[in-house]
């Protein structure tokens, strides 16, 4: 049943991302110059919507929360890796599913890319988990953790910022 449901909120997310047409090149290249926010908009929308959905079913104790460790050093790196490889294919790894889905082939060098760079990590991993993994290891944090308080208020705090930086991409015509 886990599977059917994660098969149908991945097909669920597919549908979206095609729908709202951030699996478009002139979408995938207008938020890496910073001119067309739909992308950004797109993605801080799930955002908001998984951390209020995550946190109602934890309080319901419909699921569990697991917090993953804060690495400076892979959070570093592997958030350098995901930009070099948007910037290079002009997709990211959803999208590029997205875009193989709808037919354009180019997408099938980011699925192949994450396929790879997911074989290298576990090669690599024994190496690096003393070194690289260990830079900055902050263990598990949260906004809330760390400020000693609930977790509805960082989660508040999300949502009212994802409405402001709304309007003001909106007023900016972004």
């Given amino acids: 049943m ?10 669920l997310f597919g549908v979206l991302l095609q729908r709202s047409r951030v699996l478009r090149f002139d979408k995938q290249l207008g938020a890496l110059l910073l001119r067309d926010m739909t992308i950004v908009k797109f993605m ?3 955002i908001v919507t998984a951390a209020v959905l995550i946190h109602l079913f934890v309080d319901l104790d419909l699921a569990a929360l697991s917090v993953k460790a804060t690495s400076i050093g892979a959070q ?3 958030g350098l890796l995901f930009g070099v490889g948007w910037a290079m ?5 959803g999208t590029s599913w997205g875009a193989f889905g ?4 180019d997408g099938l060098w980011g699925i192949l890319g ?3 760079g ?9 190496a ?3 070194s690289v993994l260990a830079w900055g290891d902050y263990g598990k944090l949260t906004w809330a953790s760390l400020l000693g308080i609930n977790h509805w208020i960082p989660v508040l705090v999300l949502a009212v910022g994802a409405v402001v930086l709304f309007r003001f991409f909106e007023k900016r015509g972004l």
């Fill in 89 to 93: 294919l002009g997709y990211c790894p």
């Fill in 2 to 11: 886990t599977l059917m449901f994660g098969l149908f909120t991945g097909v």
């Fill in 128 to 130: 690096m988990k003393s």
């Fill in 76 to 78: 570093g790196i592997g």
């Fill in 118 to 126: 997911a074989a290298l990590y576990a090669e690599l991993y024994p």
């Fill in 44 to 46: 801080f929308s799930a």
């Fill in 102 to 105: 709808e037919g354009r082939y």
């Fill in 114 to 116: 994450g396929w790879l």
